[in-house]
Every structure is written in C-alpha cells, then in structure tokens.
C-alpha cells in the first residue's frame, strides 16, 4: 500500500509540473501557455489533478487507520 503512495505522490507530483507549464508558460524554454487556447482541456487536467490529490489523502487516511489496527492486536 505505501508503494503505490510512493507511487501515486511521484505521478501526481509530475502531473503538477506539467499543469503549471500548461497555465504559465515557460518564456527560457520557449513554451507558450496553452490555456489560452485550449481551456477545455485545462478545466479536465486541474480536475484530474485535484482528483489525484484527493487519491493520496485517502491512500494515507487508510495506511493510518491500517497502522493503527496493527498496534492494536499487538
């Protein structure tokens, strides 16, 4: 359970990166924001985004509440 945090963290992490590039641009690299043009497609990255980020506080509620199982039968 805690690789597929691992795992989830480093892919939602990444996701981010590129949402930013995607809504700010990047004038040294030579890469325009594209929002302006494609605000469909950024409204269904931001969500997925969020959604992913609701993934991860779920993931850690449930190895939490995993842990503390296991403290208590031992």
């Given at each position: ?10 892919s ?15 004038v ?13 497609f950024?409204e ?26 296991l403290?208590?039968?031992?």
């Open positions: 359970m805690q690789a597929s945090l691992t795992l989830l963290t480093a939602a992490s990444a996701a981010a990166a590129i949402v930013y590039l995607a809504h700010k641009g990047n040294r690299a030579n890469w325009f924001a594209i929002c302006q043009q494609f605000e469909s950024c269904r990255i931001s969500g997925s985004l969020i959604g992913s980020f609701a993934a991860m506080v779920i993931l850690i509620a449930l190895i939490s509440l995993s842990a503390f199982a403290a208590r039968h031992h």
